[in-house]
């Protein structure tokens, strides 16, 4: 509404169901962006009952990204299975066979491989990013219509990151993460973050990717990962998500084919003018 006014020049983090509106007004320019942040579904490795490799293949095989997606980040989302979005130099579809599956019979078979009888599955949540909450919600009730028993836990971010410290308190939490430049970079692969993927394969291939210097091996190692991340389950990307900025046609040199929209906006070589 301030850049509507003239009050602003510049506004950040457009809600997603404002999107047609923006594109549609002659007086605001959009951006979406890029490269996109990644929700994040974490497993806790560590203890209680998703340390059962089994069970969480199921809760990957129960998930239909796509309404997930939609629920936070309308038309600014895309079902991405790759760790990295097209494009990038990362981009592999190693794995990428388990994303996305929707298939609720797959996830009951391995249900019951996995021994599961019906326990509660702690989910936490935030409040504090509308799009964690909404996409909990949908999240909560695939896995509840595929049979799982999911007590979902709702809390303050601050509470959240307190409590997952802790893996006595929960079984699964809801995050995103932003674009880093490099995998080696990625917190699901350090077995100190909340989930704790230590194992001894996951190990060996990140220090043979962090000690070789050539891409195209380096890439190859990455690939055997990101495979090894969909068999293991960890954590599950949800999809990409856009930022959507907005200016005012004021603005000018924003556009400039030269000057690309990045994760944050910068303003050298921009100026105000008629």
């Known amino acids: 509404a301030g850049i509507q006014a003239d009050d602003y020049d510049y506004a950040m983090d457009i809600p997603a169901d404002l999107y047609d509106a923006m594109v549609a007004d002659p007086n605001i320019n959009t951006f979406l962006l890029t490269p996109p942040i990644f929700p994040l579904l974490f497993m806790n490795t560590k203890e209680g009952i998703m340390t059962n490799q089994k069970l969480r293949q199921a809760i990957l095989a129960a998930l239909d990204m796509d309404p997930i997606l939609q629920a936070a980040y309308g038309p600014l989302s895309e079902a991405n299975g790759s760790i990295y979005p097209k494009g990038t130099a990362w981009y592999t579809e190693a794995g990428v066979e388990a994303y996305d599956q929707a298939n609720v019979a797959r996830a009951q078979e391995l249900a019951r491989e996995a021994g599961y009888n019906g326990e509660p599955i702690r989910f936490m949540a935030s409040t504090s990013y509308i799009t ?136 050298w070589n921009v100026w105000l003018g008629s």
Request: aromatic share 14%; hydrophobic share 40%.
């Open 132 to 267: 964690h909450y909404n996409m909990a919600l949908v999240i909560t009730d695939q896995l509840k219509q595929a049979g799982f028993n999911i007590d979902l836990q709702i809390y303050d971010w601050a509470t959240l990151v307190a409590r997952r410290a802790d893996p006595g308190l929960w079984d699964m939490f809801l995050t995103h993460h932003g674009p880093v430049p490099d995998p080696s970079l990625l917190t699901p692969l350090s077995p100190t973050y909340p989930g704790w993927w230590d194992t001894p394969e996951k190990n060996a291939l990140v220090d043979a990717f962090n000690r070789a210097t050539d891409f195209g091996e380096r890439y190859t190692i990455w690939e055997q990962i990101q495979a090894l991340w969909y068999e293991y389950v960890p954590v599950i990307k949800l999809g990409d998500a856009f930022t959507l900025d907005i200016s005012s046609t004021q603005v000018k040199g924003l556009d400039d084919p030269h000057h690309p929209a990045l994760l944050w906006p910068y303003f």
